[in-house]
């Protein structure tokens, strides 16, 4: 984590919008089963129930309101307040203490960053959200899109050495989606096998023989 950081603040990433391999928004996902729910996609009806639902189940003070917290931050996320998004999001990392439940919270503060273009910022917690879990698919792939469209600025720049780094982080966590879910960045896979960057047991999956 902290190495990654380190490499992070030394790189000094300052980029536009990523434009290839993802989407404006990646798949949010909730945090785990115990708290399914969120204001994103569902109407007002099932989200009163769900809300009075957890209210009526036996979780600890602090995690109803770990969950009250991210529930609101989802719902300002979806409604366009960046601001007050971040703001319930923060709320509810101070009371989480779940490993895999503060990585879905530092992953959605990190997409909240980026749609609000501070680039930097959002690969930080991209980077934390995969220190405390270790298999999030989505932080890696995004993570990796943030490396690379900064490796283009630099070689566009013609700063060759800096692109080259900035390509070897994009392709270190790129291996890492395709490690965990091989075949869902289909892009990505054919840029490491096109550029001799693609590493691990993914390489002879047959799911990712499509992007052969």
């Not at 009806?45 to 009250?68: C, G, R, S």
């Not at 917290?69 to 601001?83: F, P, S």
């Not at 291996?175 to 096998?193: D, H, S």
């Amino acid at each position: 984590g902290r190495a990654s950081a380190a490499v992070l603040l030394v790189l000094g990433l300052t980029i536009g919008p990523p434009t290839w391999l993802a989407p404006r928004r990646a798949p949010v996902t909730a945090l785990r089963a115990r708290k399914d729910s969120s204001d994103g996609g569902i109407d007002g009806t099932f989200t009163e129930i769900t809300t009075q639902l957890v209210e009526t189940m036996p979780f600890p003070q602090q995690e109803k309101e770990a969950y009250d917290a991210y529930r609101l931050g989802m719902a300002a996320q979806t409604g366009g307040d960046l601001q007050e998004a971040v703001k319930q999001f923060a709320a509810a990392l101070k009371l989480e203490t779940d490993p895999c439940d503060r990585s879905y919270i530092l992953y959605n503060l990190a997409i909240c960053f980026a749609e609000n273009g501070e680039f930097t910022r959002a690969a930080k917690y991209y980077i934390m959200a995969i220190d405390q879990n270790k298999e999030l698919v989505s932080a890696y792939n995004n993570l990796a899109v943030i490396y690379h469209s900064q490796a283009e600025k630099a070689e566009n720049d013609m700063r060759w050495d800096r692109a080259d780094a900035l390509y070897d982080l994009a392709a270190e966590n790129w291996n890492q989606a395709a490690r965990i879910a091989p075949g869902n960045y289909v892009q990505a896979e054919q840029w490491l096998l096109e550029t001799g960057r693609a590493q691990g047991d993914w390489v002879s999956d047959p799911f990712s023989s499509n992007v052969r």
